[in-house]
């Protein structure tokens, strides 16, 4: 059974990066694609955007310009860089798994999710 | 983008009820729609995708069904551990979340 986790630091100073880790156990991130999500404290969930092992990489358009993932693979890791932080960036976030071994769009398998915190 | 909507945004139900979530898409989605159910506390859980095909382990009482803009999630009988926050979202464009609907015990 494939597990995620995600580690990174829980506080983040306003105008810096987010930088987050998501370690999968359980199977390879060599195929699936891998995605990050988030959600704000006690609202909804915003895809942020996926990695295929291949070097692929799909953004959502609102967040394209700050947004890095890439991968791991001697680790079996994959990680989010979020530039330019602000307060609306204050979320849970989780990294999550594609159902199937191609881009199918919904998600099979989720970490537990991390929030972190933007302040000074 | 599109923008998913979901109603009711609270739903009372009582144990061994039916429960009727909907959920709209602002253009069509084709059957491009997946479920998912959270619980307080914990990552969504993916119950529906395709509009109406129950991933594996999901109980029969979930059930999905619509296409192009308008869905329904149907749970036939509720029990104690369907009392959740139920999400649904679309993919035929890069992926997008309804608000949710909170279903919550009568």
């Known amino acids: 059974q494939v597990q995620l986790q995600e580690s990174g630091p829980g506080l983040v100073k306003p105008s810096e990066t987010l930088s987050l880790t998501c370690t999968v156990s359980g199977g390879s991130i060599s195929s699936y694609y891998w995605s990050w999500i988030r959600q704000p404290p006690g609202k909804g969930l915003q895809w942020i955007g996926y990695m295929y092992y291949s070097g692929s990489t799909n953004y959502n358009p609102s967040l394209k310009s700050r947004v890095t993932i890439s991968e791991d693979t001697s680790k079996n890791q994959f990680s989010l860089n979020l530039s330019s932080v602000t307060a609306a960036d204050t979320a849970v976030y989780y990294c999550a798994r594609s159902y199937y071994d191609f881009w199918s769009g919904y998600f099979g398998y989720w970490g537990q999710g991390t929030l972190v915190t933007v302040s000074s | 983008e599109i923008v998913m909507t979901q109603s009711p945004a609270t739903l009372s139900v009582s144990p061994g009820e039916r429960a009727t979530l909907s959920c709209r898409a602002s253009q069509s989605v084709s059957s491009n729609l997946a479920w998912y159910q959270q619980k307080p506390g914990q990552a969504p859980r993916l119950l529906i995708y395709g509009a109406s095909t129950r991933a594996t382990g999901i109980p029969a009482r979930f059930s999905g069904s619509g296409s192009g803009t308008e869905f329904t999630l149907t749970i036939s009988s509720l029990q104690s551990e369907d009392f959740a926050v139920y999400y649904c979202?679309?993919?035929?464009?890069?992926?997008?979340f309804g608000p949710g609907t909170k279903v919550d015990i009568k």
């Open positions: 979202q679309q993919y035929n464009n890069w992926p997008t």
